[in-house]
């Protein structure tokens, strides 16, 4: 079984400062994992994920992540938000045993506020 | 990355009818999948549709209730039959294109209400 846990609805910050969004998984083995970012009225939109190598992944729009064996996180991160970063953030795990299912969390809503 | 379009954007439909939705993209793609998002929640599987075979169901979800058509490598329909006010989500249509690729990515979504 998989699974993805966002700990936080919501998450609100002001325009300037680091923007974390926390996420954790449980799976079999080694995990691919992905961030995606949902804006109104819009479809996903693929922002990064982990396949292998580096524990720092870079993405979209100046995003980071970093994967975190020990601690079964792939916690999602900017330096400096902006507001139009104001979006529905879902994190996304599939084990590599399984071809293809996807799990997705809760997500969480980030407010970026000027 | 890929171009996905999903027709229609939005549709608010009568209890007891059907709706069909329709994903397009613009390259050949071997795996094509169906998500459901119901209001304020997460995204849950429907099925995945590969060309040629017919479409793997998830848990919860049935052929009769959401028959899916793939007639060729960039073309898909989700049909949501016999519908009730529960029906009311977006639909999703999402595409790989190969095993060794592992992103999927995903259209516009159809926002469905049902009254």
């Known amino acids: 079984a998989q699974s993805v846990a966002q700990p936080e609805d919501q998450v609100n910050v002001a325009e300037g400062n680091p923007l974390t969004v926390k996420c954790t998984y449980s799976?079999?083995?080694?995990?691919?994992l992905f961030w995606y970012v949902q804006y109104p009225n819009r479809g996903l939109q693929f922002l990064l994920k982990?396949?292998?190598?580096?524990?720092l992944v870079k993405g979209s729009y100046g995003f980071e992540a970093e994967f975190n064996k020990s601690q079964t996180s792939f916690h999602l991160k900017k330096p400096s938000a902006l507001v139009s970063d104001s979006a529905l953030y879902f994190c996304?795990?599939?084990?590599?045993?399984?071809?293809?299912?996807?799990?997705f969390g809760a997500g969480t809503t980030v407010t970026v506020r000027a | 990355s890929a171009v996905i379009s999903q027709k229609p954007s939005r549709d608010i439909c009568q209890r007891g009818t059907s709706l069909t939705i329709q994903c397009q993209v613009d390259?050949?793609?071997?795996?094509m999948f169906w998500y459901r998002q119901q209001p304020g929640q997460s995204l849950t599987l429907i099925a995945t549709?590969?060309?040629?075979?017919?479409?793997?169901?998830e848990s919860g979800f049935v052929i009769d209730k959401f028959p899916i058509s793939r007639p060729n490598l960039t073309f898909s329909t989700l049909t949501v039959s016999n519908m009730s006010p529960e029906d009311s989500s977006i639909y999703l249509c999402?595409?790989?294109?190969?095993?060794?690729?592992?992103?999927?990515?995903f259209g516009p979504g159809t926002r469905l209400t049902v009254l």
């Open positions: 982990y396949i292998t190598g580096d524990n």
């Open positions: 999402s595409v790989r294109r190969g095993p060794s690729t592992d992103t999927q990515y």
């Open positions: 549709a590969n060309q040629g075979s017919e479409a793997t169901y």
């Open positions: 996304a795990v599939r084990a590599r045993s399984n071809d293809y299912k996807l799990s």
């Open positions: 390259s050949q793609v071997t795996m």
């Open positions: 799976v079999s083995g080694n995990p691919y």
